[in-house]
C-alpha cells in the first residue's frame, strides 16, 4: 500500500467518524431540548387530577346569570353567549381541594317548606353507567380486532378526544423501554399483550407488546392541545419507534388540533358551576346547628372542613362549604352549596335534591338563599334555571357525553 493510498483511507476514516460525531451530537441536542420543553408525562386525570385546576381566561367565569336587579321584581335567567365564555371555570373534583375557590353566581329559592328535610330523590339512579357507545366510534384509522373489542382498556381512549398513535414492531417491546413521552395534557398507553388482549400498560411491568397505542388528550379544562405540544409528543412517539425498529402510524396533526378547538369550545359552553350562598345575618351561622341539618340528610364532614353528599358508589353529587373559602368551624360568616354541572352524575334529580336542603337549611337557619350579588330569587327564577340546565344536559347527551362519566371527567378536569 502506497503513501498516497494511506494517506486516502485516514481522510476517509476521518469524514465517518466527523458524520457519525455530528449525528450523535444532533441526536442528543433533539433530546434535550425535546425533554425540556414537555419535562414529564400529564398524570392520569381520573386518578391522580390535581387539585384547583381551572381554565385558563382573562374575562369572568360564565354562569347562568340573574337580571331584574329592582326591588320585588322578578328575576329572569339569562340564555349563555357562547362567543362571550372565557375558559376559566373552577373545577372541584371527587376529594375535593382543601381550599374552596372564588364561588360562582348563585340561585335562591324563596318558597316555604318544613325545618325537617328529606330529599326527594326517586326519579334519581346514583350509579349512572357509562355508555359504552360513546367510547366506541373509533376512527377508520384505528381499526380494532374483533376478539378484543371488549377489553375494557380499549375504553380508556378515544379517537374522538385523543391523538393516538399506533406503534407495532416485528420484535416485542418492553413495557420498561417506554420511556415518559413528551405531553401537556393526559397521557394513556394500552397495547396488545400475548395473549392478544389489550392493557394498559404499566412500565414497571416485564410484558411486552408488539402493538401499542399511545394517545393524548385533546383538551381538558386548561383548553385545547397547542400545536407545539402536538409537535413535541409526535417527535418523541417517533423517535421512540424509530428506536425500535418499529413501524408509527399517526393521525393528521392539523384535523386533530381542529379537532380539539371544537372540543374544547363546546365543553367550554356546557362547563357550569352552580352555587346557592346563605349569608349570615347580624349573628354567625351556628355550625352545629348545620351539622345536625347536614347529616340528617346523609351528608359526611370531609377532611379539608366541608360537608359532602355522594351517591352510594361515592360520586360527588355537592358540595357545602364556607362563603369564604375557609374550612368550616364553630360558626360561619356565609355558606354556599356548589354543584359542577358536567362531573355530577344524575343530572337534574340531583339539583332538585340540591336545591330542596338548600331552602331547606335556608328556613331552618331562618336566612335567606341568594346569588353573588345579594339578590334573592324567587321560584320562577329558579324553574328557569332548571329548565337552562336541562337544555345543557341534553346537549352534552347530543354530544356523548355523560355527565359525571369517565370521558366527562377527563374532559371537566
Known sequence: MTDTQLGALIIAGGFVGAVYAYNLWQEYRYKKQANKAFARNQDDVLI????????????????????????????????????????????????????????????????????????????????????????????????????????????????????????????????????PFPASKRVQIIGLNQLSQWEVVNTTSRNRYQQLRIALQLADRQGPISQESLNAFYMGVQQFADEQGASVVFPQKSAKLAAAQALDEFCASVDVLIGLNLPAGARPIPMEKVRLHAEQIGMVRANDGTFQYRNAAGKLLFVLANQDQTPLMATSKGLTLLFDVPRVPGGLPVFDALVDFAQSLSNSLGLA?????????????????????????????????????????????
Do not use: C, W
Open 48 to 179: 391522580n387530577t390535581p387539585k384547583n385546576m381551572v381554565r385558563q381566561g382573562d374575562s369572568q367565569r360564565l354562569e347562568p346569570v340573574l337580571v331584574g336587579a329592582a326591588a320585588g321584581e322578578d328575576h329572569e335567567v339569562a340564555q349563555i353567549d357562547e362567543d362571550q365564555y372565557a375558559p376559566s371555570k373552577i373545577r372541584y373534583d371527587e376529594d375535593m381541594p382543601d381550599d374552596i375557590p372564588d364561588l360562582p353566581p348563585s340561585y335562591h329559592l324563596a318558597y316555604a317548606s318544613e325545618p325537617q328535610y328529606q330529599p326527594d330523590v326517586a326519579g334519581y339512579t346514583p350509579d349512572v353507567a357509562l355508555d359504552n357507545a360513546e367510547l366506541d366510534e373509533i376512527d377508520e384509522g384505528y381499526p380494532i380486532a374483533d376478539e378484543v373489542q371488549d377489553t375494557p382498556a380499549l375504553s380508556l381512549i378515544d379517537s374522538t378526544l385523543d391523538f393516538i398513535a399506533e406503534i407495532e414492531s416485528e420484535q416485542p417491546i418492553m413495557a420498561s423501554d417506554l420511556p
Open 369 to 413: 338563599l341568594v346569588d353573588d350579588n345579594g339578590k334573592a330569587l324567587n321560584p320562577q327564577s329558579l324553574a328557569n334555571i332548571r329548565t337552562q340546565l336541562a337544555e345543557l344536559y341534553e346537549r352534552m347527551d347530543e354530544r356523548g357525553i355523560v355527565p359525571g362519566s369517565a370521558t366527562a371527567l377527563r374532559l371537566f378536569a
